[in-house]
């Protein structure tokens, strides 16, 4: 069965720390996303990659980064974290083309 | 970019009686509209999709509409039960999208009363 794995289901940080979210795909997916879900927003994309070493900004990246050093690996940094970041996360991956996304089963973040 | 509106954001059924959800979207370029389905506490699940040379599309009891010139798309649940009490998720990608780029509608939370 195809998983997409996120490191922790439930975090609590701490205003101005440095969170790592890290998502791990074993699917060989080219494509991989971090949404973030809030009730009655839908998911909204933070940022894209499609290959490793490229990222692409989605429709609120801000206060937020990534890094893909690995193909099966992408990471989600809040570099100083606050606390309307306070949401559960989701991470995505997808083969090219159109494809239904694999996500992950979610970080739900409290920055406190 | 893109913009999908959804609605309605919730919706209560009788149990055997149908649901539609209806989705709205802005950017003609997009060609593809998948359904996802989160139930409580889990993550979302693909339920169904479409792609823009195609109108409608069923599977079971589901079923999904796409009127391209209204830039629009349904989904329809017929006999509902109550395991499909859930949050429902539309979404909609350009053709040009680097990396399949979705963007979700805002949500439907269904809820199917026995």
């Known amino acids: 069965d195809v998983k997409v794995t996120q490191s922790s289901r439930y975090l609590v940080k701490r205003t101005g720390e440095k969170v790592f979210l890290e998502c791990v795909q074993d699917?060989?997916?080219?494509?991989m996303f971090w949404y973030r879900q809030d009730p009655g927003l839908g998911l909204r994309l933070i940022y894209f990659?499609?290959?490793?070493?490229?990222?692409e900004k989605g429709d609120i990246p801000e206060g937020y980064s990534v890094s893909r050093e690995k193909k099966e690996r992408f990471s989600l940094i809040l570099e100083s974290a606050s606390t309307n970041q306070t949401s559960m996360y989701l991470c995505?991956?997808?083969?090219?083309?159109?494809?239904?996304?694999?996500f992950g089963s979610g970080t739900r973040l409290t920055v406190v | 970019g893109e913009n999908v509106e959804q609605h309605p954001s919730t919706l209560s059924v009788q149990e055997g009686d149908s649901a539609v959800i209806k989705c709205t979207y802005s950017?003609?370029?997009?060609?593809?509209f998948p359904w996802y389905k989160q139930e409580l506490g889990k993550r979302p699940q693909l339920i169904i999709d479409?792609?823009?040379?195609?109108g409608e599309k069923k599977d079971q009891r589901i079923a999904v509409t796409l009127n391209k010139t209204a830039k629009h798309f349904s989904l329809h649940i017929t006999e509902t039960q109550p395991e499909d009490s859930a949050v429902y998720f539309c979404?909609?990608?350009?053709?040009?999208?680097?990396?399949?780029?979705?963007?979700f509608g805002g949500g439907t939370r269904v809820l199917v009363k026995p």
């Open positions: 699917m060989d997916h080219e494509n």
């Open positions: 950017d003609s370029a997009s060609n593809y």
């Open positions: 979404a909609a990608s350009p053709i040009k999208a680097a990396g399949n780029k979705l963007t």
């Open positions: 990659s499609y290959d490793v070493k490229m990222k």
């Open positions: 995505a991956s997808t083969a090219g083309g159109h494809y239904g996304y694999t």
């Open positions: 479409i792609r823009s040379n195609v």
